[in-house]
């Protein structure tokens, strides 16, 4: 990782994981982009305001990025640019991501809240749309380094290699030992479900020649309780997964648990695309 964007609103939770990207960029040597999708206000979209206006707003919006950028430089030493834009943020990630050929987008997570149950924020939104990895900074995680790195996957997922090859990069990067977890409801399984899951490890295994790694199966319990003890039990300092991808009526039935759990996990969470 080279290159890391920070997505921020200047709330708190945005601010910590700021901290917690540069305490990272500082670690692997990599530079920071903070980046703001400045939004219009609802009056001032739906009125004639005059240029002069959304120009004074929008210079207000771009000396706070630049004010945070001189801060955090001058606090981790590490190179620090910003960006600011009007429009839509997942939309504008793209475009940034591509720009830059940035390795990572990091953003803030507010906490379980009830809206954010049924509604989900701009966070989970970037997870679903996001073709490049997101770090999810949970309320007060502070960085001491990412030691430990749970990978919790689904034996029927199907994984890319350019997914599994970023997982390896990660953790040599970082010197991490990785678990590779698997959750599944009690059930028994046929010979030919016993032959694939052998057959998933074995592809997870190749990518990972060279990580100290190991495996762990959780039963009978839900996926998300199941990641959770596996979190508690390895104790670990980051929490790898993979979004699936659903067509619009399969995505009405179908809850993401990588969403679920960045809105949850008392960790980091990196969402990689498959």
Same mark, same amino acid.
């Given at each position: 990782?080279?290159?890391?964007?920070?997505?921020?609103?200047?709330?708190?939770? /945005?601010?910590?994981?700021?901290?917690?990207? /540069?305490?990272?960029?500082?670690?692997?040597?990599?530079?920071?982009?903070?980046?703001? !999708?400045?939004?219009?206000?609802?009056? /001032?979209?739906?009125?004639?305001? @005059?240029?002069?206006?959304v120009e004074k707003m929008m210079a207000?919006?771009?000396?706070?990025?630049?004010?945070? /950028?001189?801060?955090? !430089?001058?606090t981790y030493g590490v190179k620090t640019?910003?960006?600011?834009?009007?429009?839509?943020?997942?939309?504008?990630?793209?475009?940034?991501?591509?720009?830059? $050929?940035?390795?990572?987008?990091?953003?803030?997570?507010?906490?379980? !809240?009830?809206?954010?149950?049924?509604?989900?924020?701009?966070?989970?939104?970037?997870?679903?749309?996001?073709?490049? @990895?997101?770090?999810?900074?949970?309320?007060?995680?502070?960085?001491?380094?990412?030691?430990?790195?749970?990978?919790?996957?689904?034996?029927?997922?199907?994984?890319?290699?350019?997914?599994?090859?970023?997982?390896?990069?990660?953790?040599?990067?970082?010197?991490?030992?990785?678990?590779?977890?698997?959750v599944e409801k009690t059930k028994k399984?046929? @010979?030919?479900?016993?032959?694939?899951?052998?057959? $998933?490890?074995?592809?997870?295994?190749?990518?990972?020649?060279?990580?100290?790694?190991?495996?762990?199966?959780?039963?009978?319990?839900?996926?998300?309780?199941?990641?959770?003890?596996?979190?508690?039990?390895?104790?670990?300092?980051?929490?790898?997964?993979?979004?699936?991808?659903?067509?619009?009526?399969?995505?009405?039935?179908?809850?993401?648990?990588?969403?679920?759990?960045?809105?949850? !996990?008392?960790?980091?969470?990196?969402?990689?695309?498959?």
């Amino acid at each position: 990782m080279k290159t890391i964007i920070v997505a921020t609103d200047f709330s708190k939770d /945005a601010s910590n994981a700021l901290e917690y990207a /540069a305490s990272l960029a500082k670690c692997i040597d990599a530079k920071l982009i903070l980046y703001n !999708s400045f939004m219009l206000p609802a009056h /001032a979209a739906n009125t004639l305001m @005059p240029a002069s206006g959304v120009e004074k707003m929008m210079a207000s919006n771009e000396a706070s990025l630049d004010y945070a /950028a001189v801060k955090i !430089s001058c606090t981790y030493g590490v190179k620090t640019e910003y960006a600011s834009t009007i429009g839509n943020v997942e939309e504008e990630l793209d475009i940034l991501v591509e720009k830059h $050929q940035a390795d990572l987008v990091v953003m803030g997570m507010r906490g379980n !809240s009830l809206d954010q149950k049924i509604f989900g924020n701009t966070t989970t939104s970037v997870i679903r749309h996001a073709k490049y @990895p997101v770090l999810v900074i949970p309320q007060s995680v502070t960085f001491n380094g990412i030691h430990k790195i749970l990978f919790a996957c689904d034996n029927n997922c199907k994984f890319s290699l350019q997914t599994l090859k970023m997982l390896n990069e990660v953790a040599l990067q970082l010197k991490a030992e990785v678990q590779v977890l698997h959750v599944e409801k009690t059930k028994k399984l046929s @010979p030919e479900q016993v032959l694939a899951d052998a057959g $998933q490890h074995t592809d997870v295994e190749f990518h990972l020649e060279g990580i100290d790694h190991t495996y762990r199966d959780i039963d009978g319990c839900g996926v998300i309780k199941g990641i959770e003890q596996g979190i508690d039990e390895f104790e670990a300092d980051l929490l790898v997964m993979v979004p699936q991808r659903y067509g619009f009526w399969n995505s009405m039935l179908h809850k993401s648990k990588t969403c679920e759990m960045a809105a949850r !996990s008392r960790v980091p969470l990196l969402s990689i695309p498959n």
